[in-house]
Nanobody
């Protein structure tokens, strides 16, 4: 069984910073891309940032220059450093990992439980 456990959310003032972490554990053979999504009230879930196993990163335009995604492959962990936070960054942030549980089995996405980020203006 695979688990993705997020941490690091909370309440911060506009202009502040937070760092999210997500650790994958359990039966894991390999992890392909990892990413962070967010969902604000009344809005669809959107991809915030992703990182491949080789370290190639992508970002949604609204966070470019403010957020940085990174990963530690030895720890099966992905991070999201969020700087210069704005009220519109307020959302539940979800970790996602496309991983293989055993050789010969196709990869599939797994999700964390979500962590709340609230930015006060």
């Amino acid at each position: 069984q695979v688990q993705l456990v997020e941490s690091g959310g909370g309440l911060v003032q506009a202009g502040g910073s937070l760092r999210l972490s997500c650790a994958a554990s359990g039966r894991i053979f390999s992890i392909n891309a990892m990413g962070w999504y967010r969902q604000a009230p009344g809005k669809e879930r959107e991809l915030v940032a992703s990182i491949t196993s080789r370290g190639t990163t992508t970002y949604v335009d609204s966070v470019k220059g403010r957020f940085t995604i990174s990963r530690d492959n030895a720890k099966n962990t992905v991070y999201l450093q969020m700087n210069s936070l704005k009220a519109e960054d307020t959302a539940v942030y979800y970790c996602n990992a496309d991983l293989v549980v055993t050789i010969g089995i196709r990869s599939r996405p797994y999700w964390g439980q979500g962590t709340q980020v609230t930015v006060s203006s």
